[in-house]
């Protein structure tokens, strides 16, 4: 992960791009946990946080940002 090397030692966010033709909008919840084993495989467990660019848009499913948390609650 290129920001935690430039940053070292702090906390840095990574995850989805909101646009809706992307992962977190269009993918299913297979396709979306693998995309966060991926991040967590190469940015390991800390100093991390998982979001979505710097907003969820509003007209999201709300079930898709639950499959996201509940993922990450279990790694």
């Known amino acids: 992960m290129e ?3 430039l940053f070292g030692g702090k906390a840095v ?3 989805f791009d909101n646009r809706s033709n992307k992962l977190l909008h269009k993918g ?3 396709e979306i946990e693998a995309f966060i084993e991926d991040i967590i495989a190469k940015a390991g467990k800390t100093g991390i ?3 979505a660019d710097c ?3 509003s007209d999201i499913e709300v079930q898709r940002i639950k499959w996201v948390k509940d993922k990450v609650s279990t790694l």
């Open 3 to 5: 920001g935690k090397k």
């Open 13 to 15: 966010i990574d995850g």
């Open 28 to 30: 299913t919840k297979e």
């Open 49 to 51: 946080i998982i979001g």
């Open 55 to 57: 907003s969820i848009p």
